[in-house]
Every structure is written in C-alpha cells, then in structure tokens.
C-alpha cells in the first residue's frame, strides 16, 4: 500500500487504531446482548468511524511496554469491582452513615505519563467506594475522595501499591 502526503498509509488512514476498532465492535455486540448481522454491521461501522474521528485527538498509539502485564491488570482491576461492589453494598446495607470514615486522600504519583495517570484515575473512580477528583497542577497527586477509610495512610499505600505500580510496568 503506497504511502500518502502525510506519510499514512491507506489501511492507516481507514484503521488508525486497530485494536481500539476491535474492542469497540466486540462491546457493541455484548451491548447488543445477541448476535444478528444487521448488529455486526452496525458495531463495525462504528468501530471504524470513531477512531477516524477521534485519531486527531491522539496521533500518537499509546505507549504500552507490556501488553501481558495490561491484560493481567485489566482481569485485577474487574475482580477489584467485584469486590468493591459486595463492600460497598454491605456497608450501605447495614452500617450507619455515622460510622463511617469518609475522606479525602491525596495520593503521590510516580508515574508521569499521561496515559498511565489517567488509567489510574479511571481505575480508581471504576472501584465503588472511591472516586478520583483532581490532579494536581504539576501532575505529582491525585485526590481521592473514599466511602469509608479508617487508615488514610493504608487507603494511599493500597492504591500505589496494588494499581500504580502495575501501571508503572505497564506505561513508560
């Protein structure tokens, strides 16, 4: 396939982001919750055209260094919702609102790209019981706010340590 002006290539041009087309068309048909061609057609043209029309937004592919160790942390971020969500019912269900510790944390960041700051972020706000609200100016923290944290230091030490440190693998 011949090169353009730009120095894209015509599959590069129709499929800027072939793996983002991909996950998009199989969460269309999960979505859809059965399979019919007429649903297949439809999440493959959505599938192309988003990335198409997000592609100026983000030249560039994220810069991924591991994809084993993404996979892996996708399937632990999942098992943390799980759990979060059991936690989280429990505590509405049969704790009072008095007795729980409800903070704002601020969570030093050691990583600096942007994409691994926002997976963080999106991570943290994904997990029922927390919620990400603000980065700091200089992108060093992060403010969290949590449904119920006795300990702020073991809230921070258990965020870095089980998500921001696969992240540093992860993203350059």
């Known amino acids: 396939m011949g090169a353009r ?14 793996l983002l087309s991909a996950v998009l068309v199989l969460l269309w048909m999960l979505l859809q919750n059965s399979f019919t ?27 991924v260094r591991a994809y084993g160790k993404a996979m892996s942390y996708l399937l632990l971020v999942a098992w943390d919702v799980i759990v979060a969500n059991l936690q989280v019912a429990r505590l509405i269900l049969f704790c009072p609102v008095r007795s729980l510790n409800t903070r704002w944390v601020t969570v030093p960041l050691q990583i600096r ?14 997990t029922p019981g927390t919620v990400s609200s603000d980065l700091s100016a200089d992108g ?7 449904l119920d944290a006795p300990d702020a230091e073991e809230a921070v030490r ?10 540093r693998e992860i993203f350059p």
């Not at 894209?8 to 129709?14: D, G, K, M, P």
């Open 37 to 63: 061609a007429g649903g297949f057609v439809l999440g493959a043209i959505l599938g192309l055209a988003i990335p198409i029309l997000t592609s100026a937004f983000w030249p560039d592919r994220p810069p």
């Open 5 to 18: 002006k730009d120095g894209r290539s015509v599959l590069q041009r129709w499929l800027p982001h072939p």
């Open 140 to 146: 060093r923290s992060l403010l969290v706010h949590c």
């Open 158 to 167: 258990q965020m870095t340590t089980r998500y921001e440190a696969r992240l």
């Open 113 to 126: 790209s942007p994409e691994a700051i926002t997976v963080l972020a999106a991570t943290i706000t994904m």
